[in-house]
């Protein structure tokens, strides 16, 4: 008997953002999560006090059509407290993405938070391949803003979204 190799069975892992908009620093993420978990579920966030430059249905569009290739992903919106989502779904890991140091201080608070409003709860944070390790959604806006070409930090659909958004 003894031990069998894993499977990579890990259960679901729930990857909560804004994803406004989702870039390929986050789907490297999630394809790590895929290849780590069961299954993973993007989990778009709807919270109207933060300003966002593209609506929770816009936002949530783009997810499903970066994940479309990857069997066991799916994504969803949420709003009010993550911990509860995370509860409603069944799960207990979450998942964020670390970039570079720098992203560490606001991701141990927000980490200590959910662990202090669901002692259960396990966040696993991953790191991208480095060529994302300076990319965010907010500079993909800014360089799609200033016309330049954000190909190679989008999907295609994505890309085509941004450029729908800022036409003059
Ligand atoms: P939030 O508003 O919740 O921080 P984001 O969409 O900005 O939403 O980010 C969601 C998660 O993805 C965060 O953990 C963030 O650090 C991570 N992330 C953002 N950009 C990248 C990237 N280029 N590579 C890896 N992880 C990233």
Redesign the pocket.
């Known amino acids: 008997m003894g031990n069998r190799p894993s499977s990579g069975g890990r259960g679901l892992a729930i990857?909560?953002?804004?994803?406004?908009p989702?870039?390929?620093?986050?789907l490297?993420?999630i394809q790590r999560t895929s290849r780590i978990f069961d299954a993973v579920i993007v989990a778009v966030?709807h919270n109207p006090a933060?300003k966002h430059t593209f609506s929770v249905s816009e936002r949530l569009r783009m997810a499903e059509d970066a994940i479309r290739r990857i069997p066991n992903a799916q994504a969803d919106t949420y709003s009010g407290l993550l911990v509860d989502y995370i509860k409603a779904r069944k799960g207990k890991v979450l998942?964020?993405?670390?970039?570079v140091v720098s992203?560490m201080d606001?991701?141990f608070q927000?980490a200590a938070m959910n662990r202090r409003l669901w002692s259960a709860v396990e966040t696993v944070?991953?790191?991208?391949?480095e060529k994302?390790?300076?990319?965010?959604?907010?500079m993909v806006k800014e360089v799609a803003r200033l016309g330049a070409s954000v190909d190679e930090f989008v999907t295609p659909f994505v890309a085509r979204e941004l450029a729908r958004k800022f036409a003059a």
């Open positions: 990857y909560p953002g804004s994803f406004d989702l870039t390929r620093g986050h490297d993420i966030a933060k998942i964020r993405g670390l970039r992203d606001y991701e927000l944070f991953l790191m991208p391949d994302y390790a300076y990319l965010s959604s907010s």
